[in-house]
């Protein structure tokens, strides 16, 4: 069973900065196809942040983090990064790991999430 685990969530002040981290254990053939960043505010819909080709390494933004938010891939397997940067009240959330076998827009698996929370 393929298991998608985050850390690196916290409160920070607007202006600040965090790194989550997100490695999967369990999938048996080798890298994903790609993986990213969900994100889901009080009260709203979840919405795509920031998503990688795994191997090719393309990359691909929310326009409201574009240029703040800057996603990676590990050197372990099937292992992504998202540095938060200039964080704003308005990225508040909980964040979650994705990982699409065959396409970003439709992931395969989810993690459980973690919180995020930028105070003004």
């Known amino acids: 069973q393929v298991h998608l685990v985050e850390s690196g969530g916290g409160s920070v002040p607007a202006g600040g900065s965090l790194r989550l981290s997100c490695t999967a254990s369990?999938?048996?053939?080798?890298?994903?196809?790609?993986m990213g960043w969900y994100r889901q505010a009080p009260g709203k819909a979840r919405e795509e942040v920031a998503s990688?080709?795994?191997?090719?390494?393309?990359?691909s933004y929310a326009d409201s983090v574009q240029g703040r938010f800057t996603i990676s891939q590990g050197n372990a397997k099937n292992t992504v990064y998202l540095q938060m940067d200039s964080l704003k009240p308005g990225d508040t959330g909980v964040y979650y790991c994705a990982a699409g076998v065959f396409s970003c827009a439709n992931p395969n698996h989810w993690g459980r999430g973690t919180q995020v929370t930028v105070s003004s």
């Open positions: 369990g999938y048996a053939y080798g890298n994903f196809y790609c």
């Open positions: 990688i080709l795994i191997g090719g390494g393309g990359t």
